[in-house]
């Protein structure tokens, strides 16, 4: 018998030190599997080394074990992983699920409409391409009205044709698309739960397409609340947000708790990570967790959170 049936995961991109928005989704993806007895791994996104900090991978590990977070397992690395990547699209090229792509980014913006994340492919090389002609990139087809219930978003649907296009699994300059490593690495891994941001819920219905196309179990979805700074921009990198601070893990915790709707007690707040992390244990439930895409802005939060 299986022993472990919920296997969740968190998986960060080396694209700079962990923040607040990113401790928020490694708090819930880890409390809610081991409130479920489950496995907690960790993956690390290092797919688009142009776009990786060096020494952020290495960084994110060591705050992740000083805020008294445990992983299950070794932790799985992206850019290890190409040949499985090439070995899924692989599988759809045979299956004539995907194909040759070769317009570049400029006859793309000139004729394509904007669908919810980004231009909607016009479908030019959907039947092949000319003669002299060679593939840029490679283009999956979408074809379908994908429906899925989230744990915490609810019931949500998505027209891939008309909301997203023909998607890339293999860009231009030679990397996979997260799109489809997510989808091979969720599998390899066995992830039965995923909770991660609701930044990402656009993207689902495109993985559960590709779990669909490549013969994969579906896993569950919870997406949270997105952090947000006070002008309603998601924390990130590109919105200047601030690093953990290691020398205020308690507090930090303890706000990540509030964000997530688990009303951490104040005489918490200043008390050691491990009798925070006890109470957490105990107490967590994610249908507290706000059922919206995005949640308090960090300014709220910190004041909010003040006891
Ligand atoms: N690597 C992604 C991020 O840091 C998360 C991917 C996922 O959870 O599917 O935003």
């Not at 699920?97 to 793309?108: D, L």
């Not at 998505?158 to 699994?169: C, K, P």
């Not at 947000?241 to 709707?261: D, I, T, V």
């Not at 919206?292 to 709220?300: C, F, K, L, P, V």
Request: glycine letters at 8%; aromatic letters at 10%.
């Amino acid at each position: 018998m299986v022993k472990n049936t919920y296997i969740g995961r968190f998986a960060p991109s080396p694209t700079g030190p962990l923040h607040f928005g990113s401790l928020v989704a490694a708090v819930a993806s880890f409390l809610e599997a081991k409130s479920r007895e489950g496995l907690w791994l960790l993956r690390m996104e290092d797919l688009d080394q142009p776009r990786e900090v060096p020494g952020a991978a290495d960084s994110i590990l060591k705050t992740l074990e000083v805020f008294g977070f445990k992983w299950d397992g070794a932790v799985m690395y992206q850019s290890q992983r190409q040949q499985a990547y090439a070995a899924a699209l692989h599988h759809l090229q045979q299956d004539h699920f995907v194909y040759p792509c070769a317009c570049t980014r400029k006859e793309i913006a000139d004729s394509a409409i904007h669908g919810i994340d980004g231009l909607i492919y016009p479908g030019k090389c959907r039947d092949g391409l000319l003669s002299g002609q060679h593939a840029r990139a490679w283009r999956i087809r979408a074809e379908a009205t994908i429906t899925f219930n989230d744990a915490i978003q609810g019931s949500m649907s998505q027209d891939l044709a008309r909301d997203i296009g023909d998607f890339v699994l293999k860009r231009a300059d030679g990397l996979f698309a997260y799109q489809l490593a997510v989808v091979v690495d969720d599998a390899e891994q066995g992830i039965s739960h995923i909770v991660r941001g609701a930044d990402l819920l656009d993207s689902t219905p495109r993985q559960i397409y590709l779990q669909q196309k490549l013969g994969f179990r579906q896993p569950q979805y919870a997406h949270i609340p997105v952090a947000t700074n006070a002008q309603g921009e998601k924390l990130s990198k590109q919105t200047l947000a601030l690093a953990l601070n290691a020398n205020e893990a308690s507090k930090e915790l303890w706000q990540a708790l509030y964000f997530l709707g688990q009303h951490p007690p104040a005489a918490l707040r200043d008390s050691p990570l491990s009798e925070l992390w006890r109470w957490a244990y105990e107490n967590w439930n994610l249908s507290y967790v706000a059922k919206t895409r995005s949640g308090q802005d960090i300014d709220e939060i910190q004041t909010g959170a003040k006891p």
